[in-house]
């Protein structure tokens, strides 16, 4: 009897993946105009060829600001194509004396190609604080691990580019100097938190754009 009762329950999980497969889309091409979910966008009814195309990564960034940097995305916001596909893609423009700041991304391992330049990579673990850093010329790669603080800057003397992927559609960025110095919070609490004297961060908030 007892067997009789399994069976059913066997054969629900034999039919279970088969099923997710038959209900499985090829693509699901974002439609922007209906905003982000924690699943993703809703799919695009119509779709064409275009949308699974991208140009944006053809033209060098504008390196002309404090870090000497720019990051030019093709996430799902500019490439809709990639909405579901645990995929996307950035360009990175270093000019000479440039830096990456440290920065994480809260939802992507990050690969990148130099193609252009020659640079220092590292990122920094987060159970031992080891760091771990290569200098990477041109047709070099390396991997971020998804979470992680990491940064880059330009040792050569000419700009260097690099071609990035992501592990998911919308990797998310998080600048370090930016979150603490380029918002209000207070300059009191910063010198609590960052062991920086007021002359200090009162510098970096005027040079991020915060507030006292």
């Known amino acids: 009897m007892a067997n009789a009762m399994l069976l059913p329950v066997l054969l629900s999980f ?14 699901c091409v974002a439609d922007l105009s209906l905003g982000d979910t924690p699943a993703g966008y809703p799919c695009k009814a119509l779709v064409g060829a275009g949308d699974f195309y991208y140009n944006g990564l053809a033209v060098a ?18 490439f809709p194509g990639v909405n579901g596909l645990g995929i996307s893609a950035a360009r990175v423009d270093i000019a000479v004396g440039g830096i990456v700041p440290p920065h994480t991304h809260p939802a992507a391992t990050e690969l990148i190609f130099v193609t252009q330049g020659t640079i220092v990579a590292a990122f920094i673990s987060s159970n031992s604080n080891t760091v771990y850093t290569k200098t990477l010329y041109k047709g070099d790669i390396m991997v ?22 992501f592990s ?35 510098n970096f908030k005027s040079t991020f754009g915060g507030t006292a």
Not at 14 to 27: I, K
Request: hydrophobic content about 45%; overall charge neutral.
């Open 168 to 202: 998911g559609p919308n990797p998310g960025l998080q600048i370090i100097a930016l979150a603490l110095f380029a918002n209000n919070l207070p300059s009191d609490v910063l010198q609590k938190l960052t062991y920086l004297n007021d002359t200090q961060i009162k």
């Open 14 to 27: 034999l039919v279970l993946p088969f099923s997710a497969m038959a209900l499985t889309q090829d693509f």
């Open 61 to 78: 960034g504008n390196t002309t600001n404090v870090f000497k940097a720019t990051v030019t995305p093709a996430s799902v916001a500019q």
């Open 144 to 165: 971020f691990p998804q979470g992680l603080l990491h940064y880059q800057y330009n040792i050569g003397t000419s700009p260097a580019v690099l071609l990035v992927a």
